[in-house]
Protein backbone atom coordinates (compact mmCIF):
# COMPACT_ATOMS: atom_id res chain seq x y z
CA UNK A 1 0.00 0.00 0.00
CA UNK A 2 1.33 3.31 -0.95
CA UNK A 3 1.60 6.68 1.15
CA UNK A 4 1.97 10.04 0.03
CA UNK A 5 2.91 13.08 2.29
CA UNK A 6 2.52 16.30 0.22
CA UNK A 7 4.15 19.71 1.79
CA UNK A 8 5.25 22.85 0.79
CA UNK A 9 2.13 24.61 0.15
CA UNK A 10 0.90 28.02 1.46
CA UNK A 11 -0.01 31.68 0.99
CA UNK A 12 1.81 33.00 -1.95
CA UNK A 13 1.03 36.36 -3.99
CA UNK A 14 0.43 36.52 -7.86
CA UNK A 15 3.63 36.03 -9.41
CA UNK A 16 5.05 34.38 -6.70
CA UNK A 17 6.53 30.75 -6.70
CA UNK A 18 5.98 27.46 -4.50
CA UNK A 19 7.77 24.21 -4.48
CA UNK A 20 4.99 21.10 -3.59
CA UNK A 21 7.36 17.78 -2.35
CA UNK A 22 5.91 14.41 -2.14
CA UNK A 23 7.03 11.69 -0.30
CA UNK A 24 6.45 8.29 -1.27
CA UNK A 25 6.48 5.35 1.38
CA UNK A 26 4.62 1.59 1.94
CA UNK A 27 5.32 -1.76 2.67
CA UNK A 28 6.55 -3.22 -0.70
CA UNK A 29 5.94 0.05 -2.81
CA UNK A 30 8.54 0.91 -5.39
CA UNK A 31 8.11 4.20 -6.67
CA UNK A 32 10.81 3.90 -9.14
CA UNK A 33 8.29 1.64 -11.14
CA UNK A 34 5.53 4.40 -10.91
CA UNK A 35 4.44 6.71 -13.23
CA UNK A 36 3.24 9.57 -11.06
CA UNK A 37 1.17 12.79 -10.99
CA UNK A 38 -0.02 16.15 -9.37
CA UNK A 39 -3.76 16.84 -9.27
CA UNK A 40 -5.39 19.69 -7.45
CA UNK A 41 -8.93 20.53 -7.00
CA UNK A 42 -10.10 24.50 -6.62
CA UNK A 43 -12.67 25.38 -4.26
CA UNK A 44 -16.00 24.22 -5.46
CA UNK A 45 -14.41 22.30 -8.61
CA UNK A 46 -13.54 18.80 -9.53
CA UNK A 47 -9.96 17.48 -9.48
CA UNK A 48 -7.85 18.77 -11.98
CA UNK A 49 -4.45 16.82 -13.42
CA UNK A 50 -1.90 19.34 -12.92
CA UNK A 51 0.85 17.35 -14.48
CA UNK A 52 2.69 13.77 -15.11
CA UNK A 53 5.79 12.41 -14.99
CA UNK A 54 7.50 9.07 -16.22
CA UNK A 55 9.16 6.35 -14.25
CA UNK A 56 12.78 7.88 -16.18
CA UNK A 57 11.79 11.72 -15.55
CA UNK A 58 12.11 11.94 -19.71
CA UNK A 59 8.35 12.25 -20.80
CA UNK A 60 5.97 14.70 -18.82
CA UNK A 61 3.15 16.26 -18.93
CA UNK A 62 1.24 19.67 -17.93
CA UNK A 63 -2.15 20.80 -18.46
CA UNK A 64 -2.53 23.98 -20.38
CA UNK A 65 -3.66 26.23 -17.71
CA UNK A 66 0.23 25.74 -16.23
CA UNK A 67 1.95 24.98 -19.20
CA UNK A 68 5.52 27.17 -19.08
CA UNK A 69 4.80 27.98 -15.15
CA UNK A 70 5.18 24.42 -13.54
CA UNK A 71 7.78 21.79 -13.68
CA UNK A 72 7.63 18.48 -12.63
CA UNK A 73 10.04 16.62 -10.77
CA UNK A 74 11.15 13.39 -9.40
CA UNK A 75 14.15 12.02 -7.13
CA UNK A 76 13.05 8.06 -7.39
CA UNK A 77 16.81 7.54 -4.98
CA UNK A 78 14.98 9.59 -2.28
CA UNK A 79 11.35 8.17 -3.55
CA UNK A 80 10.47 12.19 -4.31
CA UNK A 81 8.07 13.90 -6.52
CA UNK A 82 8.48 17.59 -6.68
CA UNK A 83 6.15 20.16 -8.50
CA UNK A 84 8.26 23.72 -8.97
CA UNK A 85 5.34 26.24 -9.53
CA UNK A 86 5.99 29.99 -10.62
CA UNK A 87 4.13 33.14 -11.73
CA UNK A 88 1.34 31.56 -9.98
CA UNK A 89 -1.94 32.98 -10.56
CA UNK A 90 -4.86 33.60 -8.51
CA UNK A 91 -6.65 30.80 -10.35
CA UNK A 92 -3.68 27.87 -9.16
CA UNK A 93 -5.23 28.23 -5.65
CA UNK A 94 -6.68 24.76 -4.38
CA UNK A 95 -5.37 21.65 -2.68
CA UNK A 96 -3.22 19.77 -4.50
CA UNK A 97 -1.94 16.11 -4.46
CA UNK A 98 -0.09 13.24 -5.50
CA UNK A 99 -0.80 9.85 -6.17
CA UNK A 100 0.70 7.26 -8.63
CA UNK A 101 -0.18 7.83 -12.13
CA UNK A 102 -1.16 5.96 -15.45
CA UNK A 103 -0.33 6.58 -19.27
CA UNK A 104 -2.98 4.97 -20.97
CA UNK A 105 -3.74 4.74 -24.69
CA UNK A 106 -1.95 8.42 -25.16
CA UNK A 107 -3.98 10.16 -21.97
CA UNK A 108 -2.40 10.49 -18.26
CA UNK A 109 -4.49 9.50 -15.40
CA UNK A 110 -3.78 10.25 -11.91
CA UNK A 111 -5.10 6.96 -9.70
CA UNK A 112 -7.19 7.53 -6.40
CA UNK A 113 -4.23 6.89 -4.12
CA UNK A 114 -3.49 10.38 -3.68
CA UNK A 115 -2.49 12.00 -0.13
CA UNK A 116 -3.89 14.50 2.01
CA UNK A 117 -2.85 17.12 0.62
CA UNK A 118 -0.86 20.65 0.23
CA UNK A 119 -2.76 24.26 0.21
CA UNK A 120 -2.08 26.60 -2.02
CA UNK A 121 -3.37 29.73 -1.88
CA UNK A 122 -2.31 32.47 -4.24
CA UNK A 123 -3.57 36.08 -3.37
CA UNK A 124 -2.63 39.61 -2.68
Known amino acids: EVQLVESGGGLVQPGGSLRLSCAAS??????????MAWVRQAPGKGLELVSA????????YYADSVKGRFIISRDSAKNMLYLQMNSLKTEDTGMYYC???????????????RGQGTQVTVSS
Open 99 to 113: ATALFVGGTWYAQND
Open 53 to 60: INVGGGST
Open 26 to 35: GSGFRFSIYD
